[in-house]
């Protein structure tokens, strides 16, 4: 009988914040949802695509706040899928890059939930192309690398990444001054282009540019916020020769939604 009774699980990328990148198949599968469990960066706008009965359940994490912790989100996407729910894991950009998408999948896996991975625009190349950049360019770019500021427990291997080609640099915010530093102690010319992107394809998108040796001061000066991309390396010096691009880039009118989440209600 529990056997009958357990639902799926459907761990959704919802793109890097501009809801007009949901994809086809996320949107459906929003309609379908009994339950979406969903993160902090979530466009309003996305969320309108839930059935108006589907329970709407919160488990944003804020640097420094109060938050929800990941065993905490496992059991809640178990428990709902033993309720026999249609549970839908919404995470921004994909699911399995940076977003922890494959503890989930783990835990739902040893629980013995169904579940399934509907793959989602993923911020690395979005947000550089929603403000300009394009993160490969013949004879400036062959190969781009992507990693993360927030550590979790590792170290990152800045020998590795000063020489990358294209570095794109996810959650860079809070320890952009140090990584700068760090980019340039490992070899990175002190002029290399680079640029921060706050609230990439958002309405409320900014951009910095600067040479690694001043992003910092100057990511500071206009007093860019998070959730923030950083790109390092020569495409970054495109977006001036891309004014069609650039404003192609520029997100539309702040939308307005119908219908807000707020945690947990029905």
């Known amino acids: 009988m529990r056997e009958q009774m357990r639902g799926r699980v459907s761990l959704v990328g919802a793109g890097p914040g501009d809801p007009e990148l949901l994809t086809l198949r ?55 899928a033993l309720l026999g729910r249609r549970v839908v894991r919404l995470k921004g950009g994909d699911a399995f890059v940076f977003g922890r998408g494959g503890e ?8 013995g939930i169904p579940y399934e991975v509907v793959p989602g625009i993923t911020a690395g190349t979005a947000v550089p192309a929603a403000a300009g950049i394009p993160v490969t360019h013949r004879g400036l770019s062959g190969a781009v690398t992507f990693a993360t500021a ?81 790109i390092v390396g020569e495409v970054v010096s495109l977006r001036s020769r891309l004014p069609s691009l650039v404003a192609q880039g520029t997100p539309r009118e702040a939308h307005t939604p119908a219908r807000v989440a707020e945690g947990g209600h029905e």
């Open 26 to 80: 996320a949107a459906r599968v929003l309609r379908e949802a009994d339950t979406v469990v969903h993160d902090r960066l979530i466009h309003p706008a996305v969320l309108e695509h839930a059935r108006p009965h589907a329970r709407l359940i919160y488990v944003g994490k804020a640097g420094g706040g109060d938050s929800v912790s990941q065993e905490e989100i496992h059991v809640i996407l178990i428990a709902q």
């Open 150 to 230: 927030h550590r979790g427990g590792s170290a990152l291997d800045w020998d590795f990444l000063a020489r990358a080609q294209t570095l794109v640099l996810y959650m860079a915010g809070h320890r952009l001054e140090e990584t700068a530093h760090a980019l340039m102690a490992s070899g990175r010319a002190a002029s290399t282009p680079a640029a921060v992107v706050e609230a990439g394809t958002w309405e409320h998108q900014r951009v910095v540019e600067a040479p690694l040796e001043r992003i910092a001061r100057q990511v500071k000066q206009e007093a860019l916020g998070s959730p923030s991309l950083l």
């Open 104 to 111: 989930e999948a783990l835990a739902l896996e040893e629980a």
